[in-house]
């Protein structure tokens, strides 16, 4: 069962836009720590790295966005964050302990792009997001994207089993465009992100184990890693999405899943590519 079983889904499909009302819609679970720092908001975009309780927002500079973006802060960053569905796994411990505390479903979104307009908050704080998955042969994984990472691991014995890639984010200093675009009007801090999701599922099967589970796999021998194996989403073809989850401490401008990434986006109208552009104040206000 998902959220979108059974639906015709078009070739781009947004589930996050921080200029929609609301721009954090009752598809998303916002959950913060105990932290008075802790916080999950809408504002403008600024230069502002942290914001502290009680203060207020700088100026807008060269280089922050024209719109409202998602704030997500914490000293905590895996305590604090958003996610739209759950995990198949996690969904059916739920069913079984009782059906009226569900919160979520898992998506069931088909589309194998996973694309995010994301800015880190500042050169010291890292960014953490994860996208969880079936295969076709309904065997479930969990893709996560960490800025500290500098080499990927894969966790087969957790469950959902789950590989976790470095990913680059640019500094406050550097600039990203999402064009080929060289109008200063495009020019952001901001970065866009779109991923392949099918082409990262045979990874379960190559990427190095940590050393407790390399100890553990020489513990269960030929027959049962065998098995274990099987578990693994490495062999089939991507399915659906189950969920999306995005920790602090970052801005989010909009999620989106494609059919085939960017090419889909180009095939869109002027205005929907014009809607999808990072837009970037041309001057300090």
């Not at 999306?244 to 205005?271: H, V």
Request: hydrophobic share 35%; proline share 6%.
């Amino acid at each position: 069962m998902s959220l979108l079983s059974g639906s015709i889904q078009p070739p781009l499909l947004s589930i996050l836009s921080s200029t929609s009302s609301p721009s954090i819609s009752p598809l998303w679970i916002c959950h913060t720590d105990n932290s008075k720092d802790s916080l999950i908001t809408t504002l403008p975009d600024t230069d502002e790295d942290l914001i502290v309780a009680e203060s207020s927002l700088k100026t807008k500079s060269k280089g922050c966005l024209q719109h409202n973006v998602i704030h997500i802060q914490s000293p905590n960053p895996l305590k604090t964050y958003i996610q739209a569905g759950i995990s198949k796994f996690e969904y059916l411990k739920e069913l079984e302990r009782s059906i009226s505390k569900i919160r979520t479903i898992p998506l069931g979104i088909k589309l194998p792009y996973f694309n995010l307009q994301i800015k880190k908050l500042n050169s010291k704080k890292e960014i953490i997001f994860e996208i969880g998955f079936l295969n076709d042969k309904s065997k479930e994984g969990i893709i996560r994207f960490s800025s500290y990472k500098n080499n990927p691991t894969c966790h087969p014995f957790r469950n959902p089993p789950l590989i976790n890639l470095p990913i680059k984010i640019l500094n406050q200093n550097e600039f990203s465009t999402i064009s080929n675009n060289t109008n200063n009007n495009t020019l952001t801090k901001w970065l866009n992100i779109s991923i392949n999701l099918n082409s990262l599922l045979n990874l379960f099967k190559i990427l190095p184990r940590s050393k407790k589970e390399k100890e553990e796999e020489e513990k269960i021998k030929k027959r049962k890693l065998k098995i274990i194996n099987n578990q693994l989403p490495s062999e089939g073809k991507f399915q659906s999405i189950t969920y999306i989850k995005i920790y602090a401490n970052c801005r989010i401008r909009r999620i989106w899943f494609s059919e085939e990434g960017e090419k889909t986006l180009r095939s869109m109208s002027k205005n929907v590519q014009d809607e999808w552009e990072l837009y970037a104040a041309d001057k300090e206000v």
